[in-house]
């Protein structure tokens, strides 16, 4: 029988996938977060500054 | 310690030359695109000519409004930010121009090879494969030309825009080199490494990066840039900026599935393709309010200042879009959307609002200053933002009415349990829709012409600035921060080749996580053994079918719904595939999904289909499909088909070995019966026309898996 679930079945260990990618995702982004919280506020507001003092 | 400053050059005749390309190739990409909307409600606008005919037309739309008129403002937007942003002159002057003319070249050589029916068969790929090349080469020379400016900078910081450049240049890179594996027949004609499912995914992995990394992270890029400069103030929040760019790249890579649930994808694909797509919403909204609130205490500037009004409705756009995105990626929504003109009604919001709008901006800020003069009526731009705003509107709301109401219609039941209405049905009711969608881009298109004429008269008026000077010390050797701590980031910041390597491994991870496995399963997707590889006649057909372009209105992919199962026959099944290099599963049914055509339940005779190649409306009174009587006159060319047979064996298709030598001769063994069958009912035509090919490859499909029992699945 042909079913859709075969697919699914066809890789071994393929739930560990979706798992896999959630955590990578959520660990980069914890870091950016991080980061970007922790960052010095003048040093933001010179680069922010950039395209305007670009003469 | 004080530092003598280093003189040097910005070059504005190439942004000029861009800027020139970026309106020349808006206007003709949305002529043809006017061309084929009305082509959609009057078929007579196909003139009965192959190279003016929708399934031709439609790819130079596509082509030229994504690459031509948005590629140019990207490199229009990219040599005069990044200088500037870099504190240094344009690396290469020479590189500049090869890089300009390059790309001219190249779109040139698209529009020609498109209409004239070469083409890989693959959306927004569709250029084949001499062209691929040369893409190749002229982004590696933008590419060379973008890093050694970086590297020759006097400051020490890449701004966040550049950030938004360098991963689009290297994604780019990528999912143009993986998704144009092809092996070449002839010096025009190639077919695609993969076959099937495997080449749907790669295909959509780009189709929708290419949304993502050509239409998208450029032209943030450009808001990121030219919105604090008409603003005069900085982007709102620099750290939301950081969030929207990481976050952005990372995810948008893994949301390709989106463009096939419910077909034969692996499920865990298309799961993995929902659950990311639902997350791009969190970076897309940072982005899209920190564009907006840039201008939080200037909105008395925005009343007065178009530039503005362009910049606000293309983040409001922008917003749109990506709050609808992640919607048409829930499965439940999918069902209804797919295949309808919600989905145009979805890339136009983007395309005419936010790339549209963008430019727009961009292009009324720049002239000005690279002309020294003021712009030549503020008023006429005014005018221009509402009729484009107006024109955007005109299109939206029937394109959504029409994605609605055809989609219900497919569904509906009578209370016996037959389907209600005839697939014609849906179509012939939503024609007032396409008409409107027509004037709404008609709006849009004169709103256009008053922007050129609007620059015409300033160009004319002021005195073009050739070059402009800056000044910077030159970067010391030794990195000394100005100012407090320094974060990780920062370091990262200041050294764009790791930045351009850390990017390409971030959008690395998606593709390869969706690919690998994907291909690893080819000896896993169950083969069904009843499905034969095309015989040599209808292998010729298909190439027909792919050079017409038909699989712009006409998909191959019956999805696992009650309607669509009793409209069309079973589902479809991955192993259906296997030999089907390019995929032709489609993405739009203006007409009815051909996956089943020459199953019993849907087959017609073959003299059917030659009287509704040659007009449409003799077979089905009230299409809206073009005719295609060239195809009856045309003699079929047999001189590529050994080679074609070959090509597929390279590709793994089980033809027998040697049987290239007698491709030939079956295939006109196959052509005379079916020009018997045809005569049969009074048809007369020599069997060497490219419509029996047609005929032959229609009737293939389907057919195979009808005599397959163990394939039959039916639904609960």
Redesign the interface.
């Known amino acids: 029988?042909?079913?859709?679930?075969?697919?699914?079945e066809?890789?071994t260990g393929?739930?560990i996938?979706?798992l896999?990618?959630?955590v990578?995702?959520t660990v980069?982004?914890a870091v950016?977060?991080l980061?970007?919280?922790?960052?010095?506020k003048?040093?933001?507001?010179?680069?922010?500054?950039?395209?305007?003092d670009?003469? | 310690m004080t530092q003598s400053l280093e003189r040097f050059h910005y070059d504005n005749k190439i942004v000029k030359a861009f800027m020139y390309a970026t309106i020349l190739w808006g206007v003709v990409g949305m002529l043809a695109g006017l061309l084929i909307a009305f082509q959609m409600a009057f078929p007579g606008l196909n003139f009965n000519l192959p190279y003016t005919t929708f399934g031709r037309v439609r790819p130079v739309h596509t082509n030229a409004v994504i690459f031509a008129f948005v590629g140019n403002g990207i490199f229009m937007g990219v040599y005069y930010a990044l200088p500037r942003l870099m504190k240094a002159s344009m690396y290469s002057r020479r590189l500049s121009w090869i890089h300009f003319w390059g790309w001219q070249a190249i779109i040139v050589a698209a529009a020609v090879t498109l209409l004239s029916g070469f083409t890989t068969g693959k959306e927004y790929a569709e250029l084949e494969w001499p062209v691929d090349i040369a893409i190749t080469l002229i982004w590696v020379v933008f590419g060379i030309n973008m890093f050694m400016t970086i590297l020759k900078r006097r400051e020490r910081h890449l701004y966040v825009a550049v950030w938004f450049w360098i991963a689009t240049w290297v994604t780019v890179a990528m999912l143009h080199i993986v998704n144009s594996f092809e092996l070449p027949v002839s010096f025009m004609k190639s077919y695609s490494w993969y076959a099937g499912v495997q080449d749907a995914l790669v295909q959509w992995w780009y189709g929708h990066n290419a949304v993502a990394f050509f239409l998208t992270t450029p032209y943030l890029g450009l808001m990121y840039y030219f919105v604090p400069k008409a603003a005069n103030r900085p982007v709102y929040s620099y750290r939301w900026s950081i969030i929207h760019f990481w976050a952005l790249i990372f995810i948008y890579i893994w949301a390709g599935p989106h463009h096939l649930l419910y077909t034969a994808l692996p499920d865990w694909a298309q799961s993995l393709g929902t659950v990311f797509s639902f997350m791009l919403i969190f970076p897309s909204w940072a982005g899209m309010l920190n564009g907006l609130m840039t201008l939080r205490g200037a909105w008395d500037k925005v009343r007065e200042d178009p530039i503005l009004k362009f910049f606000v409705v293309a983040l409001t756009c922008y917003g749109m879009s990506t709050f609808e995105g992640p919607m048409l990626s829930l499965k439940n929504v999918n069902a209804i959307s797919h295949f309808t003109d919600w989905t145009v009604a979805h890339v136009h919001v983007g395309a005419l609002g936010w790339n549209g709008f963008i430019t727009f901006g961009a292009l009324y800020w720049l002239v000005p200053r690279m002309f020294g003069t003021p712009l030549y009526s503020k008023k006429l731009a005014a005018n221009h933002f509402w009729i484009g705003t107006l024109g955007i509107i005109l299109y939206a709301i029937p394109m959504y009415w029409a994605g609605f109401t055809q989609a219900l219609m497919w569904k509906e039941f009578t209370p016996e349990g037959t389907l209600q209405y005839q697939f014609l049905q849906t179509v012939s009711n939503i024609r007032p829709m396409y008409i409107l969608r027509g004037v709404g881009g008609t709006l849009y298109l004169v709103g256009v012409f008053l922007m050129v004429y609007n620059i015409w008269k300033t160009v004319a008026a002021g005195k073009f600035i050739p070059t402009e000077y800056g000044e910077a010390p030159a970067l010391s050797k030794i990195y000394q921060p100005s100012h407090g701590n320094t974060y990780w980031h920062s370091w990262i910041e200041r050294r764009p080749i790791q930045m351009l390597a850390v990017s390409l491994v971030v959008v690395a991870i998606g593709g390869l996580f969706e690919l690998i496995p994907t291909f690893l399963i080819k000896s896993n997707v169950p083969t069904i053994a009843a499905v034969k590889p095309y015989t040599p006649l209808e292998l010729e057909g298909r190439d027909i079918y792919i050079r017409e372009g038909c699989y712009t209105c006409h998909s191959q992919m019956v999805r696992p719904f009650r309607d669509e199962v009793a409209r069309y026959g079973e589902y479809s099944k991955a192993g259906e595939f296997v030999y089907d290099h390019p995929f032709q599963w489609g993405s739009k049914r203006t007409g009815p999904d051909l996956a089943r055509e020459g199953h019993s339940k849907n087959r017609k005779s073959d003299s059917w289909h030659y009287n509704h190649m040659m007009k449409p409306t003799l077979m089905s009174p009230g299409s809206l499909m073009p005719s295609y009587p060239w195809l009856l006159d045309a003699d079929l060319d047999t001189s590529l088909t050994a080679s074609k047979i070959k090509a597929m064996q390279t590709l793994g298709v089980p033809y027998a070995k040697g049987y290239e030598k007698i491709a030939v001769a079956d295939l006109n063994k196959q052509a005379a019966s079916i020009a018997e069958s045809l005569a049969k009912d009074k048809i007369k035509t020599a069997p060497n026309k490219e419509i029996i090919a047609v005929i032959a490859y229609l009737q293939k499909l389907g057919r195979d898996i009808e005599s397959n029992k163990e394939a039959t699945v039916t639904l609960k």
Not at chain 1, 35 to 40: L, P, R
Not at chain 1, 42 to 52: G, N
């Open positions: 029988m042909m079913k859709f679930i075969n697919y699914l066809s890789i393929i739930s996938y979706p896999v990618s959630l990578l995702f980069f982004f950016v977060a980061y970007v919280f922790t960052a010095d003048r040093a933001m507001e010179r680069k922010s500054h950039m395209p305007l670009d003469h």
